[in-house]
């Protein structure tokens, strides 16, 4: 059998597209194609589709669908190959970056440059790098803007070079959306064309994305999830990505939500039950009669939130709703593609299918309630009725001393468990109409009741596209919003990522002088330790509708449902359900001002740019000229004496603990994207430089610079090292146990050639898939990471890095073995690491010696190539030059 086999034309309407049709599969008897996951088609269609008896066999595909069919839970490898990359800016820079690098590599061994370049479409959108400076100006979003492109000029010069010096790259310019939100309404094509020998060819739509919510596309029934951006480029160069077939989780929907209920009260319970159940590197298929009581912009902040469940993706599989979104988006020819498509091709969900899950779990619609999240994890879900109980608990509300603030003698003063930071924010609420025409006449009842926000809460609207300002305007609510204070800030992430722009000074000394415990509230899709802002305690998860109540309040610890949401001006008391928007008014609402016209208008020259993108100065070119003196883009170390051979893996001997730490350890914490504390050694080595403090930018912004990111590792000042008794950036350094600066430590420990470890506990990188987490690590001279447990992309990274992935042994843990982080670490035998292996560790202090085994967090004898050639792009520039 070959993949002509499964061949197929496929005529929609005076069109023709070849297409690899896996129903035949079970038309001749050899797999049940009708029962297998929605997500398994996929799988399986890819690997049909790129057959070549080489890397893809027939029997991989044959043994796929064994595989699903008997949810099996054994290992099986294969090579996928993804439709495209998607980008945002932060993750994109240092990729654009490390493209740069390996031309230089490849110009130096006598090859061309040119062979560099991107094999599959690659979309970046710039939507990480605005802040909030401003957001009391009506004309908050021109302002942040300009304050953008004097910020990030380099930045950005250099993604339009990247723009006219590739092929199959594309930059979305900044002020246009955030990357998920543009891919939901525009760029996904849930089946994608392309031009082949014999035709163009049809096939399903599937990415991997440089950042960890790309998950979001899902809800459209397109297959992607996030990586880091080490393993997207090797993708790019066309390398497959190699995997493990996931386990599919199938989550049963019943019932219908309350008319009250939000799809982030779904979503964070959600959250909560998929983390208990521990669905790291699966994927969860949505499935059941109650995805028919969901919209499709629902589901997409469910499938959003997939990296906060612990899930690879969490798919949707195509059905009615899916034609009428597309449709409804200006995308009416290509609604009819993936009708005729999906339907011919089994990928059409009809709701009679008995499909086979690894394992399914029930969760009944109707018993949701209303909820928000925090303080500072995702799967913390506190149901709306418990919050002042569990807040006040929490951080202490009610028994500790109570300083108050008011400077100006206004009626609400700032104190414990005040809220400082309100945001209507991220793509995973405002991709949705329901919620955010929900806030917007929440804000107009609040408006016509004479409410107001005080004076301490910084408040902000972010939309992930421009459309929403469109149907806000529409439908006459977006004046209200920016009256009770929620003005449009830019188009972009901003406070979902920590961009949220400074507080008042006068805020910010209160807080610092009476150590005060502050809180935010946005509605976005994480609230890690000092993620929001690092002066602000606890972060709270929520609806956008909830961010309104919450904004008024002033105050985490309220219960909105029994207690007054604020005092009007006439003296009466307000409550949250005088001002809750109607459910019908909603929907009505949403039918008569969310209009296709919008989405056509504003995604017409979306890669147009504005005038300041457009006045950029970037030239075409086959390399990158680097600026020796740019505190921004620098040519990166990593091909520093490339050589065309491998060398023997050297064994860990002799080395140091750099840090040790607990459970949940955040790609935040290990690589922070916020603002740079001066005294920092990131902050002296740009001060060292000429850069004033005020001109730093943020971590995110210079990921271009290694010198910054590498000083920033470890550099959050919420991390929790248990080798010293503080938090922040600190370890010691063995054996003087002097304490300092972790990067000034590994710089000691380099000059001594004393190589390093990391200990942890479970979920080690957690959060954003953020490939300087593990750049940084391994320019540290980190060789190791020994976790109880490991988040998927951070482990991926780590490997990409050629930084060993280790786990304790169940049951053991840094604690249960009795270590102190004051030994000497040997691990030998690394040529002949095998994936899931064990190694024998010695650990040494003074006359004693402790022996234990870790296993060998590789899944594949591929990532033992990955790590034997000191990470996945010195591999594939070594193939590319054997070739």
């Not at 650990?843 to 996945?872: M, P």
């Amino acid at each position: 059998m070959t993949n002509n086999s499964l061949k197929q034309n496929l005529t929609v309407g005076s069109e023709n597209f070849i297409v690899h049709n896996i129903n035949l599969l079970e038309e001749i008897g050899l797999a049940e194609i009708s029962k297998l996951p929605f997500a398994a088609r996929v799988l399986i269609e890819n690997l049909a589709r790129n057959m070549d008896s080489k890397i893809i066999q027939w029997s991989d595909i044959i043994n796929a669908a064994k595989f699903y069919k008997t949810c099996s839970r054994d290992s099986q490898l294969i090579a996928y190959y993804p439709a495209r990359v998607l980008m945002q800016d932060f993750t994109g820079v240092p990729a654009v970056v490390d493209f740069a690098a390996m031309k230089d590599a490849v110009k130096k061994a006598g090859l061309d440059p040119k062979k560099i370049n991107p094999l599959v479409p690659v979309d970046l959108i710039v939507d990480h790098s605005i802040q909030v400076d401003h957001y009391k100006e009506k004309n908050s979003l021109f302002l942040n803007g300009q304050k953008e492109y004097q910020r990030n000029k380099e930045r950005y010069q250099l993604l339009k070079w990247a723009q006219k010096s590739f092929d199959n790259f594309k930059v979305v310019p900044p002020e246009s959306g955030i990357c998920h939100q543009v891919n939901l309404e525009y760029l996904a094509s849930v089946i994608s064309t392309k031009q082949t020998s014999e035709g163009f060819a049809a096939f399903p739509d599937t990415l991997v994305g440089t950042d960890s919510h790309t998950t979001m596309i899902n809800a459209l029934g397109v297959l992607g999830w996030g990586v880091g951006g080490i393993e997207a480029e090797s993708v790019m160069l066309g390398q497959p990505y190699y995997m493990n077939l996931p386990q599919i989780v199938g989550v049963n929907f019943k019932g219908r939500p309350k008319k009250h209920i939000t799809s982030m009260d779904i979503v964070l319970y959600v959250t909560q039950i998929l983390r208990k159940e521990n669905v790291v590197e699966k994927i969860v298929e949505y499935t059941g009669s109650g995805l028919k009581n969901l919209t499709l912009t629902d589901r997409a902040t469910i499938s959003n939130m997939s990296p906060e469940y612990g899930a690879t993706a969490g798919f949707f599989p195509v059905d009615e709703l899916t034609l009428d979104y597309l449709k409804a988006t200006n995308r009416s020819k290509t609604a009819d593609l993936v009708e005729a498509y999906c339907k011919t091709c089994g990928f059409f969900n009809t709701y009679d299918s008995d499909i086979k899950f690894t394992k399914t779990l029930d969760v009944d619609l109707s018993l949701i309630k209303t909820s928000i999240a925090g303080p500072s994890r995702p799967q913390d879900r506190i149901s709306l009725s418990e919050a002042k109980i569990k807040t006040t608990k929490i951080f202490d509300l009610g028994n500790r001393k109570t300083t108050e603030i008011n400077p100006e003698n206004k009626p609400d003063s700032l104190t414990n468990g005040s809220i400082v930071i309100a945001a209507i924010t991220s793509c995973t609420n405002t991709s949705n109409p329901y919620t955010m025409i929900g806030a917007g006449l929440a804000a107009k009842n609040a408006i016509e009741k004479g409410l107001s926000i005080p004076w301490y809460v910084k408040t902000s609207l972010s939309p992930g596209s421009k459309v929403v300002i469109d149907y806000l305007k529409d439908a006459g609510l977006l004046d209200y919003l920016q009256e009770l204070g929620f003005n449009n800030t830019g188009f972009g992430c901003q406070t979902c990522i920590g961009n949220s722009g400074p507080l008042d000074p006068i805020i910010e000394e209160s807080i610092k002088a009476n150590k005060l415990d502050v809180m935010s509230v946005l509605s976005g899709n994480r609230n890690f330790e000092a993620r929001i802002h690092q002066s602000v305690k606890g972060n709270f998860l929520m609806s956008p509708i909830l961010v309104v109540m919450f904004a008024i309040a002033g105050k985490i610890d309220i219960d909105l449902k029994s207690e007054p949401l604020a005092i009007a001006k006439d003296g009466s008391s307000v409550f949250m359900d005088d001002i809750w928007p109607d459910h019908d008014e909603i929907n009505s609402i949403i039918k008569k001002s969310v209009k296709k016209e919008f989405f056509e208008n504003q995604y017409a020259n979306i890669f147009k740019g504005d005038k300041l993108w457009q006045e950029l100065d970037a030239k075409e070119s086959t390399t990158f000229n680097f600026n020796k003196n740019s505190t921004y883009i620098q040519n990166p170390p990593f091909f520093k004496n490339f050589s065309a051979k491998t060398s023997d893996l050297e064994d860990i001997r002799n080395a140091k603990a750099l840090l040790v730490l607990g459970d949940s350890v955040t790609t935040d914490h290990i690589s922070p994207a916020g603002a740079i504390p001066e005294e920092y050694p990131a902050g002296r080595y740009l001060i060292q430089n000429g850069v004033k403090p005020v001109e730093f930018n943020s971590y995110g912004s210079r990921r271009g610079n290694h010198e910054v990111m590498m000083r920033g590792t470890f550099a959050n000042i919420r991390i929790n090292n248990k080798l010293i008794s503080e938090t922040g950036g600190l370890t010691l350094k063995f054996p003087e146990k002097t304490k300092e600066f972790i990067f000034d430590v590994s710089q000691k420990y380099r000059q001594e050639k004393t190589d390093l470890i990391v200990f942890s506990g479970k979920e080690y990188g957690t959060g954003s898939s953020r490939d300087w987490a593990a750049k940084g690590s391994s320019l540290l001279g980190v060789r190791a990471v020994i976790a109880q447990s490991f988040e998927r992309i951070h482990r991926s990274n780590l490997v990409g890095m050629g930084v060993l992935p280790l786990v304790f042994k169940d049951g053991e843990s840094f604690d249960t073995l009795g270590l102190k982080g004051d030994e000497t670490f040997e691990i030998r035998g690394l040529n002949q690491i095998e994936p899931n292996g064990l190694l024998n560790i010695k650990a040494q202090k003074d006359n004693n010696s402790l022996n234990f085994q870790v296993i060998v967090k590789l899944n594949t004898d591929i990532e033992i190539d990955y790590i034997k050639n000191g990470g996945i792009l010195h591999y594939v520039l070594r193939q590319m030059i054997s070739a």
